[in-house]
Every structure is written in C-alpha cells, then in structure tokens.
C-alpha cells in the first residue's frame, strides 16, 4: 500500500499540508478551523462571557464526518477523574478519526492559566505573583510541569500565557497578567512559553492585543490607547514571548481599539504579527470572539460576515464552539461572497501545526504516551493519574514563597515570637479558596459542583499557622464576610483581638467570574477599597491597641494609606496557590525571609485611577493639581529579614556611546545581616529629554541573587542603545542620541547608584530584530 506524501514524515510540512489540502472539499477544510465544546453550560452560570447565548447545539456524530479543528476544554468544563478524563478523550479522538476520510484527530486544548484547569491538578500561583518572583527560571520550571500533565492526559494546546499589561489595577483580572511593566512581563511570559512548549505543548499568547487598556478598567471595554502606548507597552510582552519563548499560538483580544476590534484587524494580526514578526503559527480567537463581531462588536450583520471579516483579518481558528466558521462561512464561501482562498490560507497554518504535533503521522495513536503519567485503566478512586504529585507541590511551595512581598515592617515585629498569642481575624484566614485565582479549578468550575471535593489539599492561613507556630496560642474571629456589609462580627474580633499579643489581619479578595467574586474575569471594580467591610474592619483591629499584621491575600492592589503608620507589619500574597498558607505562615515566623517585589504599585489613595508608574512627568504629582497619585509603595518594592550594601559601584564620569555601541554597569552587593537573603538588583532608564514624552523612568533589566551572611557577588548589566528605543511621532521605532540615565535600584523609587550616558551618532531606525533584553551576569565580588 503506497502511503500518500501528507502522510510521509520524511517531507517537509509544507509540502504535506499542500498535498492534504489538494485532496479536500470545502467542508472537510472548513471543519479543521473550529473547535466543539462538549458538555459546555447552556445556561446557569458560565465560564465564558455570553456562554449561554452563544452555545448552540450541533449533531455530533453528523460533525465529524468532516473531521474537527479542535476539541474544547475536555476537562476544564466539569469535576472529570484524570484517569477517565483520559481515557474519554482519547475515546473521542477514535472517533474523530474513524468518522472522517482523511482520520486527522482534533487538537485538544485547555486553560493552563495557574496550572492545568482539570480536577485534581495542581493549584500553582497566580501570575502576578510569578510577576513578584521577579525569577523567570522557576516560572519557566512551573510551565514545563504543567506542560508535562497536559500531554500526560492527551492535551496539545495550552491557552497562556496572558501578557497584558496593567494599565488600570480596577480591572478584574489583574490577577491573570504578570505585571505593570512590559520588561517584566515580556521576560517572565517568554520564559513560560519555553517551559510549556518543552512538554511538546503549543503556548497561546494572550489577549492579542490591547485588552487590559479598557476604558474605565471594565472587561471588554474599548480601548482608547495611542499608538505610542501600543507599540511601547502593549505590545513587546508578545514580542518577547515570539521571539525568546517561540509561541506557536496567539489569541485574538476580545476588544476594539479606536473601532477596530482585534478579530477584524488585519494590521494586527497579519501586517505586524505575520509579515513585520515573521509568526508563521495559529491565530485562535478567544471563546466566542467570532461571532462578538456580529453580537457585540456590531461590525458584522451576519454570522457568515463576522467570519469573513475574523478570517481576512487573520484568525484561523474559531473556539471555543462552532457557529461562524461552520455551515455560515461554507455557504457563503460556495455563494461567492467569501474568497476559498482565505479558507485554504487558515486552513493550511491549522494543518501544519498538526503536523509539527505529529497528528498527521500514520502511526499516530490516541493514548499518551508521556512518561510521567502513562495511561492505565482503573477504578476511579485509585487516582493512577496524579496531577498533583510532590514535587509539584514542591514546586508551588517555593513559587508561592518566593512571591510574598513584605510590604512594611518598621518595628520589626516580624518574624513572629514562636510562643505569642496571635489573633487571627479576616474573612480569608479560614478559606481554601483565598489562595487560588479565578482560573484555578476549584475558583473556576469546582464552585458550580459544591457537592464534589476540591481534589487537591489547600490548607488555609489559619491551619498552616497553627502547624508553623505549635506553641502560639491561636485564636480565630472571622470579623465580617468578604464582599457583605455586615459588622455584626466585629465584637468578637475586636475581644481575641484586645485577649492577644499580636493579630494578624488575613483581608483580601475572593475569586469569581462575572460579578461572582472581587476578583477574576469580569470581576471589575470602581474603586481600590477593600472589598465588603473589611475596611473598617481594619480600622476596628487598629483602634484596639494590639499591634496589627496585616496579610493580604488578592488577585489586584488595594489602597492601604488609611493605615500608613498604623499597622505594625504588612504583606501582599497575590493568591498564592495551593501551598500559599504554608508560605505565608513561613514569612510570618520567620522560616521563610521574603524575597517578593512588587509587579504592581500599591496605592495610597482608592481613588485617582488608573495609574501606574509609567508615567511622564505631567503624570507625577505636581502643584498643577490636588490629586497626588504617588503610591504608597512603588513598583518593584520588597523587604526582607536581613540586610543588603551595595558597594564598589563604577563610578565613571559620564560616557559618550554610539548608538550601536554596548555599556557595562556594575555593583557589588553585600549581605550584611545575620541570615541568608534574596536581593532583587533593578536597572532603569531615566530619558531627560525626548522628541516625545517619555515615561519617568522604566526596568530595563533585573537581576535576583541569593546571599548567605558576609558574603558578596558582583552584578553586571550590559546596556544596549536599542533598551533606550521609543515609537516617535511618525509611528517608527527609534534610538535617539542624547543624555540618558541608567538607575540601579531597589525599586522604581529607590535609586542607589546612577549612570550617566550620552548616545552619539544619528539616530538608528530599529525593526523586528532590535535588542529587547538587558543581559546581566553574577560574578565574584573582588
């Protein structure tokens, strides 16, 4: 039997997909650019916006005679034991394959957001908290075991990571993105992208492009923001996840800017992701994004119009369902209204990439064979798949640890005595959900199921600080719900708190979707007050006299100046994941000495958003008005429990470089206190003067070290002119001669050490290809 060239892994993937498409009709090409959502919600609460009006049924078995683009969320939709869950999709696969001609088997794809969507799998932290590791390789770590779980249950695509920048910390799901800044997002977004795809899993870039700039911070919003805010904050995340991480796979945004939404703009998803970055991957819209150009959007008539305009823009792909890309667009298509070749172009990107997985090898099979986890046939409550082994907990200790931010300490009341009496009062002290994200399982769908366990441990703050201090006396008051009004338990609170040496505060948000949380995807907010009455909740605990801790445990910032001066300690836990109360238990005591940075400023005032600290001058406090949006504590702010000098600092007098030239800046830097700590060295770029206004400053580079007492190491950070490049007034990206500043600091408002440079030569136009990252290295201090 003579094996046809589509089948033959020894040709070039182009040449097989050109082979398979010659042999296809219509339908068969059209079936390869949706996805199909089995067991989605059609109505009651969804995990999509507009599930139930957008999900429609379809005749499965009729379907798939065609074949089937991509099957959507196998286990992110329902409780599924992974065994089973397995074993059922690769069921499904069969299927699919047996139903068709040509037997090409769908790409399964699943939320990978904090850890794989599924029951049972492990809960990691949130990605504002990787963004306060400020540790790209433990990220990069984190991904490829997630990776490795997808593909041990037979999934191929993993939709993350989420590279917005926060633009306005009101929005709901600033717990989903890494930071404010684009430097730290973009180098800790590439660095997932490679951990996920060296588990043979395609990354999904995500929201293509723009959708944290929502106007008023609400989801879905329109985008308002100018083309320099674009292309210098938006967009490089994508930039370095395409080029350092090679991203296989980008989402479309759900939102317009200036009008135009992201599924129907062909500048951004063909002229500038295709032809000026060279992506020769897939472009998957987000769920339902189609069919929003026709319902939402309002720049389509027609379910077949909203395809066309989806598919000359550049999408290839429509999930999470079919209702587009369907029977619409095959119809329009054989009326003539929509050009065969634009199928035939989405068609052949989706073809290819199931080439490169190898699903459209001959010998393909539908059971994984991954290593880690293969696949046997047991009675479910044998668990023979585990999603959460050990060292994946592990793994989720040391993340969450590393991300807790002690944000004050200025008495040093931390680390606590081991044999004090500690109230504990908050709403979150007592919950298992206070650590987990609105993308977790257990946040995500495990809420709709209340009857089923969570399917992995979660201990809480107050559990993991009674087994952290054994000897403490530990009382608890829960004080008030999370979001209710109600102060009826405020009295208890106020007697265990005035009964104790010390009370820690456990305050923050609970994650949701659509309203039901405050926190998660369309969880938006008017202002950065706590949420419910916890504020004056705090007030209350203050007002006793007892020294208070506060512990925050949230998906976004909150307004802490009410209290400045008040409390005797405070740390920030971005929803720390399912080891996050044994982590914070271990930076109260003293176990843990915290290493966290801020991804995000923290505010003084609620009100006077958005803001970040990418600001240029007239976006500083100043006499022009009342309002001072100086926060409280700046990006990139963190203590710790021991002490650090920075010494021997280069302290040349200022340089001329050529604009293509390299510069070396140095420190050395000292643990001088009694234990072993972690020092986040930051570099910056002031601009003194720009044909454009420029932000005050911004990271260009970091570097995390960890020192045992006495000793020292030296850090160097190579400077490239192209890290001082700026969109200028004619849309080009540029380098521009002139003074600038490198700032090595502590954080964006803690400067230690100066450098002063001049670029010489003319001004450089950059493409594509320019230097997006400060390289650093550690070296024996002399």
Avoid at 258 to 273: H, N, R
Avoid at 409 to 428: C, E, F, K, M
Avoid at 655 to 663: F, H, P, S
């Amino acid at each position: 039997m003579t094996t046809a060239p589509w089948r033959d892994p020894a040709l070039p993937a182009e040449a097989r997909v050109d082979d398979l498409l010659a042999r296809m009709t219509l339908e068969e090409k059209t079936a390869q650019l949706y996805g199909v959502w089995v067991g989605a919600a059609t109505d009651g609460d969804g995990v999509a916006p507009n599930q139930a009006e957008m999900t429609s049924g379809y005749d499965w078995d009729e379907l798939i005679t065609h074949g089937l683009g991509q099957l959507t969320r196998s286990f992110g939709s329902a409780p599924v034991d992974p065994a089973l869950g397995a074993q059922a999709l690769a069921r499904a696969q069969r299927r699919i394959t047996e139903a068709g001609r040509f037997g090409i088997p769908a790409v399964a794809h699943e939320e990978c957001l904090a850890g794989f969507t599924a029951w049972g799998a492990t809960a990691y932290p949130v990605p504002l908290a990787w963004g306060a590791t400020f540790d790209p390789d433990l990220v990069e770590e984190m991904a490829r075991r997630i990776g490795r779980d997808l593909a041990s249950v037979g999934v191929h695509q993993g939709l993350a990571p989420v590279l917005d920048v926060v633009r306005d910390p009101r929005w709901g799901r600033v717990e989903e993105t890494i930071g404010e800044d684009p430097y730290l997002v973009g180098t800790v977004g590439a660095a997932y992208v490679r951990g996920l795809q060296s588990a043979g899993i395609v990354a999904t870039l995500k929201h293509f492009a723009g959708y944290a700039s929502s106007a008023g911070a609400r989801n879905l919003a329109p985008v308002r923001a100018g083309v320099r805010e674009f292309a210098d904050i938006t967009l490089p995340p994508f930039e370095f996840a395409l080029r350092e991480g090679g991203a296989r796979s980008v989402m479309a945004a759900y939102t317009d800017t200036d009008g135009v939404p992201a599924s129907s703009d062909p500048y951004l998803l063909t002229e500038l992701l295709r032809e000026q970055w060279q992506f020769t991957g897939t472009v998957v819209s987000d769920y339902f994004g189609v069919g929003f150009l026709e319902t939402l959007h309002r720049v389509a008539g027609t379910k077949a119009e909203a395809a066309h305009a989806a598919l000359a823009a550049g999408v290839d792909v429509e999930l999470p369902t079919l209702r587009c890309y369907g029977t619409p667009l095959a119809e329009a298509v054989r009326a003539g209204a929509i050009p065969e070749s634009l199928v035939d172009r989405a068609a052949s990107r989706v073809l290819r990439q199931k080439c490169e997985l190898g699903l459209l090898d001959e010998d393909w099979t539908p059971e994984p064979t991954d290593r880690h986890h293969p696949i046997q046939r047991h009675p479910i409550h044998d668990h023979p798949i585990d999603l959460d082994p050990t060292e994946n907990r592990v793994l989720a200790r040391r993340l969450a640890e590393e991300s807790v931010v002690l944000l004050s300490n200025p008495d040093g009341l931390l680390p606590l005595t081991p044999d004090t009496r500690i109230a504990v009062v908050g709403p979150r002290a007592a919950d298992a959900l206070a650590m987990l994200g609105c993308y977790s399982f257990p946040s995500h769908v495990g809420t709709n199921h209340p009857d089923v366990p969570t399917g992995i441990e979660i201990p809480t703050l107050l559990e993991s600080l009674r087994t952290e201090l054994p000897d403490a006396k530990i009382t608890f008051a829960e004080g008030c719900d999370t979001t209710a009004p109600d102060t009826t338990g405020f009295e208890e609170a106020i007697a265990r708190t005035t009964e104790a040496d010390v009370c820690v505060a456990v305050l923050g948000d609970r994650a949701g979707l659509f309203g039901r949380g405050t926190s998660g995807e369309g969880c938006d907010v008017g202002d950065l007050q706590l949420p419910g009455a916890q504020a004056q909740l705090l007030d209350a605990l203050t007002a006793t006299g007892t020294p208070v801790v506060l512990v925050l445990l949230t998906g976004r910032p909150y307004a802490l100046g009410r209290w400045h001066g008040q409390l005797a300690a405070s740390v920030q836990a971005f929803f720390p994941g399912e080891e996050g109360g044994p982590a914070v238990a271990g930076v109260l005591s003293g176990r843990v000495n915290p290493s966290g940075r801020l991804p995000v400023s923290v505010p003084h005032e609620p009100g006077g958003q958005p803001w970040t600290y990418l600001q240029p001058p007239l976006g500083l406090a100043g006499t022009v008005s009342n309002l001072d949006p100086t926060p409280l504590h700046p990006f990139g702010h963190g203590l710790g429990y021991t002490d650090f000098t920075w010494e021997d600092i280069e302290d040349r007098a200022e340089t001329e470089l050529a604009t293509t030239d390299t510069y070396d800046v140095s420190i050395t830097v000292r643990n001088t206190g009694p234990r072993e700590g972690t020092e986040v060295v930051q570099l910056y770029l002031h601009d003194p003067v720009a044909r454009v206004t420029r932000p005050d400053v911004r990271l260009i580079g970091y570097h995390r070290l960890t020192l045992p007492p006495g000793k020292a190491r030296r850090i160097t950070f190579t400077f490239h002119p192209d890290l001082s490049s700026f969109t200028d007034r004619r849309g080009q990206r540029v380098v521009e001669p002139g003074a600038l500043e490198l700032r090595l600091s502590k954080s964006s408002a803690d400067t230690q050490h100066t450098s002063r440079i001049t670029l010489t030569g003319p001004e450089r136009q950059l493409g594509p290809d320019r230097q997006l990252r400060c390289a650093s290295r550690e070296t024996e201090a002399i």
